[in-house]
C-alpha cells in the first residue's frame, strides 16, 4: 500500500450514523479510543510466519468479532452534538464522512482498518481529523455496490491484510447463513421443548393422510443400516389440540445412537419444512409407542423396506 491517503466523500446512511460510534465530533481531532485486538494481532503475526488454511481462518473469525479504527474527517455544522460518556454521538442528517482511503500499486482505493493507536500512528502522512470505530458490518455495508473502493486493508504497514469486496460480501453471506442455522436450530429446540409432554397434558395421536417422501425415504434407507429394527411407525402428535409433532415408533429396543440416527436422517425435511413440525421418537414398549401403533400399520418393515400403506407425496 502507498504511504499518501486519497480521499472520497462518503455520506452516511440515517442507520449507520445512529449505530457507528465517533470518537468525538470537536475540530480538534481526538486521542484514539482503547480497543482490544490483540489476539488478532497474533493471529495474524502467526499468518505472516506461516500462511496456512488454518492460520487463515483464525485471522478471518477474529476480524469479523473485531472493532478498527478508521480515520475520518466528520463535517456537522454548527451545532455539534457532544459525545456521550461512551465517546458516542447521534450524527445528525446531512453529515458528510470523509474516510481516508490507501491506493494499492494497481490503482484501487481501500478503506483502512486499524487494530489499534500504534497501528494507526504508523501511517506518517495520516490525515487530520477523527477517529471512527468501526466493524465488519459497517465495512460491508459501505462497499456494498460501491464501485470506487475495492475493499478494506487491515493495518496496512504492517499486516497489510486486503479484503476485497467480493470476498466481504461472501464472509458476510456465510457468516448470516450460520446465524440463520442458528437461529432455526434454536426454534426447533424450543419447539421440541414445548412438544414434550406434560403431566395433565391431553395427548391426541392422528395417522398421517400421507408419507412425506422427504422424510421416509431417508428414514427407511437409515432404519436398514439397524437390524435391531423390526418395524416403524408415523403418526402425528397433538398436545392439548395445538402443538403438533410427528412420533416416530420404533420397533426395536431403546438404542441412543439408533435415535440419533433417525434424528439425523429427518433432520433435513424438519428444517426445510413450512410446517416446522419436530420428530419425536419412542420404541413399542413404551404406553406412548403402544398408543401410536394402535391400529395403525408401519411405514417400514425389516426385511421388505419401505411399505407404502399411504400416498407416495406430502400436499
Not at 470537536?26 to 482503547?34: F, N, R, S
Not at 431417508?218 to 435391531?228: G, S, T
Request: glycine residues 6%; hydrophobic residues 40%; aromatic residues 6%.
Amino acid at each position: 500500500m502507498g504511504s499518501d491517503p486519497n480521499q472520497e466523500e462518503y455520506i452516511m446512511s440515517e442507520q449507520e450514523k445512529n449505530t457507528t460510534p465517533a470518537q468525538n465530533a470537536a475540530p480538534a481531532a481526538p486521542k484514539p479510543p482503547k480497543i482490544d485486538n490483540a489476539a488478532l494481532k497474533k493471529a495474524a503475526a502467526a499468518l505472516r510466519e506461516e500462511n496456512n488454511p488454518q492460520n487463515f481462518n483464525a485471522v478471518i473469525n477474529l476480524m469479523m468479532r473485531g472493532v478498527f479504527l478508521a480515520p475520518a474527517k466528520i463535517e456537522i455544522g454548527e451545532n455539534a452534538p457532544k459525545p456521550d460518556e461512551n465517546g458516542r454521538i447521534q450524527l445528525p442528517k446531512d453529515t458528510k464522512v470523509t474516510f481516508a482511503l490507501l491506493k494499492s500499486g494497481d490503482g484501487k482505493s481501500f478503506f483502512t482498518a486499524f487494530t489499534d493507536a500504534e497501528e494507526l500512528d504508523k501511517w506518517q502522512n495520516k490525515p487530520a481529523g477523527q477517529v471512527m470505530l468501526l466493524r465488519f458490518d459497517d465495512y460491508a455495508r459501505m462497499l456494498n455496490g460501491n464501485d470506487h473502493v475495492a475493499g478494506f486493508v487491515l493495518n496496512p504497514f504492517t499486516d497489510n491484510l486486503r479484503f476485497n469486496s467480493d470476498m466481504v460480501a461472501s464472509l458476510l453471506k456465510q457468516r448470516n447463513a450460520m446465524l440463520e442455522k442458528i437461529k432455526q436450530t434454536a426454534a426447533q429446540q424450543a419447539a421440541q421443548r414445548n412438544a414434550q409432554i406434560k403431566p395433565g397434558d391431553k395427548v391426541t395421536i392422528v395417522e398421517p393422510s400421507v408419507y412425506p417422501d422427504e422424510l421416509v425415504n431417508p428414514l427407511c434407507a437409515e432404519l436398514e443400516k439397524y437390524p435391531m429394527v423390526g418395524a416403524a411407525y408415523l403418526q402425528i402428535m397433538v398436545i392439548n389440540g395445538a402443538t403438533k409433532s410427528y412420533l416416530l415408533v420404533l420397533d426395536a429396543p431403546k438404542d441412543d445412537a439408533l435415535f440419533k440416527a433417525a434424528g439425523d436422517a429427518a433432520r433435513p425435511f424438519l428444517v426445510s419444512n413450512e410446517k416446522k413440525m419436530n420428530l419425536n421418537i419412542t420404541i413399542s414398549t413404551s404406553p406412548l409407542g403402544q398408543q401410536g401403533m394402535r391400529g395403525s400399520e408401519p411405514f417400514y418393515i425389516k426385511g421388505q423396506g419401505r411399505v407404502d400403506n399411504l400416498g407416495d407425496d406430502e400436499d
